[in-house]
């Protein structure tokens, strides 16, 4: 079993429209965030944790939030993760998303 952990930041190099679309913002707010794993990551990983929190990119702070997901080592896990790392690039206007790999003994009890 593979633990994936995404880190996503939420300072848009450009402004995006906000999940009401009345406004344009420069970060990925609540809303847009909830669209995102409603849309993208449900649909490929019925499980998951959200952690909310602040990291640094570039020596500056910046709101982030990481996915954390349980998942089998296989090649078709592996393209819907990147499927959704390229998404939320291109849609957000990121440079990168961490993305952490590690082999872990996980069971539910």
Excluded at 23 to 42: A, P, R, T
Excluded at 52 to 79: A, M, R, S
Excluded at 85 to 108: H, P
């Amino acid at each position: 079993m593979v633990k994936t952990e995404l880190y996503f930041g939420r300072k848009t190099n450009s402004s995006i429209r906000d999940a009401c679309g009345c406004c344009w913002v420069d970060e990925v707010s609540d809303g847009l965030i909830s669209e995102f794993l409603s849309d993208l990551v449900s649909p490929r990983f019925p499980g998951f944790t959200v952690l909310h929190g602040q990291g640094y990119w570039q020596g500056k702070p910046e709101n982030c939030f990481v996915v954390v997901i349980l998942h089998e080592d296989k090649p078709t896990d592996n393209n819907m993760l990147n499927d959704i790392i390229g998404y939320y690039k291109k849609t957000y206007y990121q440079d990168t998303v961490l993305r952490v790999d590690s082999e872990v003994n996980a069971n539910f009890i």
